[in-house]
């Protein structure tokens, strides 16, 4: 039986490293697969998962991917005898979720097409102290998404929480090599978005579509690539005051033919950037483009409609 955090929460332990059986309710008898713990968590009752360092894979195929479960919490960084998220390691690095199928370096077209899913309806999921890394997104049917797809066309995906998470070397051919979002919450923080890019359209790092509710905060994005926002693009943004909030982030050495760094299209709220540090991007040329084929807007490409409002300050 698991650990009880609160009358309904339990804790469940997941260590690659375990033999099989365990019941993964403490340390001593931990899962050996972070699948199994996310098939066991209890839908609605903030259940929390503990992972020790180590590498975890969604399974063999590239369709396998974690797939999140609405409240259920997910802790990595663990060294295996802790009692409180607060005795992990500062930061907690260590804790891989792989796509890495095919036992290549970064991704190739042999790993998985999305390392984690937030399912669309979902609420209420938190992943805390992880590397997400080796997704390849070129599936016809998403082709979104390499690190962490969120896809909420068919039903708003709300309360989502990035917490000290490093989405790195992830592909995908459409959007978002790295996150995509559309029609979701999303906040982040202390996070890194590295070396994750995209072959035809928006956001190597991050692509959002439509948002909800999005914070970022203190969160490094750095040598992404993408046709179009080699960092972040945003698109589609119409709710709240001011669109998504973006402070004391980072956009380094990010490549685009438009916007090197952020591509801000098709929305009306472009966003709040605050206290952020844009430097050493990239818009690069694409001859193949033949109305423009010199890259446009190294730092931040924006194309604003109708009574528009955006922020940088």
Known sequence: MATATSASATVWYVDASAPPGGTGGSWT??????????????????????????????GSLQTDTFTMVSTVHLYGGFIGNETSTKQRPDPPIGTILSGDIDSTAGSSPGDCHHVVTIPPGSSNIRIDGFTIRSGY???????????????????????????????????????GGGIYAYQADLDMKFCVVRRNSVSLLYGGGLSVERPGLMRVYSTLFAGNRAQFGGAIALRDSTDGPFGPLFYSCEMRENHAHNGGAVHVSNTILGGAWGNCTVVDNEAFED????????????????????????YIY
């Open 29 to 58: 008898s931990p899962f050996n697969n972070l699948q199994t713990a996310l098939l066991n968590s209890n839908l609605g009752q903030f259940d929390q998962i503990w992972v020790r360092k180590g590498t975890y894979f969604p």
């Open 137 to 175: 997104a070129d599936a016809t049917s998403n082709p979104n998404g390499g690190g962490i797809l969120m896809d909420g066309s068919l039903g708003l995906i709300q309360g989502v929480l990035l917490d000290q998470v490093r989405v790195r070397e992830n592909f995908a051919t459409q959007s």
């Open 287 to 310: 001859p193949t483009d033949l109305a423009s084929p010199d890259g446009e807007g190294g730092g931040f490409w924006i194309s604003l409609t109708g009574d528009s409002k955006m």
